[in-house]
């Protein structure tokens, strides 16, 4: 499948199960404000049981979307860990962040971009970051962005050192750092898990924030279900390997341009999966390797369900739900099925909690320290009765969405999945639309930040309904030299559009 599907997740925003919008947003002072919860997963699709799956053993969160503004279609500006948060979280597109890798910090490398938290902290409230928000690193100034975006340290938790190390007990009874990770918990180091100790650290506090006269935005991050999958080992018995189905549509489609098929490198360097001798880059898993990666994946989600079933337990027993607002999204997953963008989350956000939302961003907007190049998704929201109307009430054909990725060549290669700033050679740039996506790969100067649309690459046009595997690209049969004047919508926001 073209890599830019990589793009395609999901976003739902809630109020507690017994909250009315109509009643309680737009408080005129933070007495009557709104608490905020953002929980951000990491790498999670759309394999839920809110989604349809009926494999998936999701409740929680299944109960969580029953009450939520559900979004079908959500598209994150570019699918790898810190470009798509820094995007979603500063509100600006991978292209004004100038963060396509793991490798500068927004606020030297482009400018002094406000984030949603800084702009709650800057508003009256308390601002709470727990485990995996920002990446970690220089993305966010190895400091999770304090102190601009947190009135406390962010914490993380003190076993998440332990994620990419030799933890996994294989067959030889020896461990080994490898993708497929169920755990007992009596046999790795401090007998816990990252996402265990991130659900009791916001537990804490939750409880001190039950009494607190200032609202509060509680950021949680989840490492699960990202790679290596590493959960406790019970839950891989609610998937007996007999009832694994293979994934659908596994072959890579003919007319995929080579610039656009990801090798998966950072999967390949798994110790269980060099064991596999794959041939790079197309080599295929053998099938019963792959329902395996699938059997872990799916206790991964469930191990994770569990989590924020804690958590939701605590918003309600601390007699927090009817006066938070609750974000759940993830920061990028690897699958898709109303078209939203996860920029979209920071003036959504702003507006539910009754606090002016920023500007739309002028072009360019490196100087401007507020705004949002993001639509506001208020408007989807009926706030005299949202327990009765969660759907989306705007003209489909209306919604398009953007997203790019960076490539170092126009072939797949060992840095091809994240390439480092003065490696990129070509940026794909997306769009995608209730009726089609397409894709353009172009020259990219990384000392300018500049693409150049006049050097084509390669291209992808591919019609959802009738193909919605996105199997048969019809960019050359469509003369895609034609399709040029879609272009300035594709990038919004890049210099020399």
């Known amino acids: 499948m073209p890599l830019l599907d990589r793009g395609l997740f999901w976003l739902s925003l809630v109020l507690g199960p017994c909250a009315s919008l109509g009643s309680a947003v737009w408080g005129n002072n933070t007495k009557d404000a709104l608490n905020v919860l953002l929980i951000i997963v990491d790498d999670l699709r759309l394999s839920l049981g809110c989604y349809g799956d009926k494999l998936i053993k999701s409740p929680n969160i299944d109960q969580l979307a029953s009450h939520s503004l559900l979004f079908q279609n959500a598209f994150a500006q570019q699918a790898v860990c810190a470009p798509s948060r820094v995007s979603f979280l500063t509100g600006r597109r991978p292209d004004t962040t100038r963060l396509y890798d793991f490798n500068s910090y927004w606020r030297v490398q482009a400018g002094n971009f406000s984030t949603i938290p800084q702009y709650f902290k800057e508003n009256g409230y308390v601002t709470m970051s727990v485990g995996k928000v920002f990446h970690?690193?220089?993305?966010?100034?190895?400091?999770?962005?304090?102190?601009?975006?947190?009135?406390?340290?962010?914490y993380h938790p003190s076993s998440e050192k332990y994620e990419n190390t030799k933890t996994c007990r294989g067959p030889d009874g020896e461990l080994h750092a490898n993708l497929i990770c169920p755990v007992d918990m009596a046999d790795i180091p401090e007998g816990t898990?990252?996402?265990?100790?991130?659900?009791?650290?916001?537990?804490?506090?939750?409880?001190?924030?039950?009494?607190?006269?200032?609202?509060?935005?509680?950021?949680?991050?989840?490492?699960?279900?990202?790679?290596?999958?590493?959960?406790?080992?019970?839950?891989?018995?609610?998937?007996?390997?007999?009832?694994i189905t293979l994934a659908p549509d596994p072959q890579v489609p003919a007319g995929l341009p080579p610039v656009a098929y990801n090798p998966w490198m950072d999967i390949r360097l798994r110790e269980d999966i060099q064991d596999l001798n794959l041939s790079v880059p197309y080599g295929p898993i053998p099938v019963d390797f792959q329902r395996k990666i699938r059997q872990s994946y799916f206790a991964s989600v469930s191990y994770l369900d569990t989590q924020v079933g804690h958590l939701l337990s605590a918003l309600d027993d601390f007699h927090l739900a009817n006066s938070t607002i609750v974000a759940f999204t993830s920061d990028h997953g690897q699958q898709v099925v109303d078209l939203v963008e996860l920029v979209s989350l920071f003036p959504t956000?702003?507006?539910?909690?009754?606090?002016?939302?920023?500007?739309?961003?002028?072009?360019?907007?490196?100087?401007?320290?507020?705004?949002?190049?993001?639509?506001?998704?208020?408007k989807h929201f009926r706030f005299q009765d949202l327990e009765e109307d969660l759907t989306l009430h705007d003209n489909p054909h209306e919604s398009i969405a953007y997203s790019q990725y960076p490539r170092p060549a126009d072939y797949p290669q060992w840095n091809s999945d994240k390439p480092s700033l003065k490696d990129i050679k070509v940026m794909g740039y997306s769009i995608r639309t209730i009726d089609y996506r397409y894709t353009v790969w172009v020259g990219f100067n990384p000392h300018e930040f500049l693409a150049n649309f006049s050097d084509v690459?390669?291209?992808?046009?591919?019609?959802?309904?009738?193909?919605?595997?996105?199997?048969?690209?019809?960019?050359?049969?469509?003369?895609?030299?034609?399709?040029?004047?879609?272009?300035?919508?594709?990038?919004?926001?890049?210099?020399?559009?």
């Not at 970690?136 to 962010?154: A, F, K, L, Q």
């Not at 996402?195 to 949680?220: C, G, H, N, Y």
């Open 136 to 154: 970690p690193g220089i993305s966010s100034n190895h400091s999770d962005d304090s102190p601009y975006s947190w009135s406390v340290p962010p």
């Open 349 to 378: 956000l702003t507006g539910l909690a009754g606090l002016h939302v920023p500007p739309r961003c002028p072009i360019p907007s490196f100087h401007v320290e507020l705004c949002r190049e993001g639509q506001s998704l208020l």
């Open 193 to 243: 898990l990252p996402d265990k100790q991130s659900t009791k650290q916001a537990i804490r506090l939750l409880e001190k924030m039950k009494t607190s006269a200032s609202p509060f935005f509680l950021a949680v991050g989840y490492h699960k279900p990202h790679i290596p999958f590493r959960y406790p080992k019970e839950f891989q018995k609610l998937y007996p390997l007999e009832n």
């Open 457 to 497: 690459h390669a291209g992808e046009l591919y019609f959802v309904d009738s193909d919605p595997f996105q199997d048969h690209n019809m960019y050359n049969d469509s003369q895609g030299g034609d399709l040029q004047s879609l272009i300035p919508w594709v990038v919004p926001t890049t210099k020399g559009v």
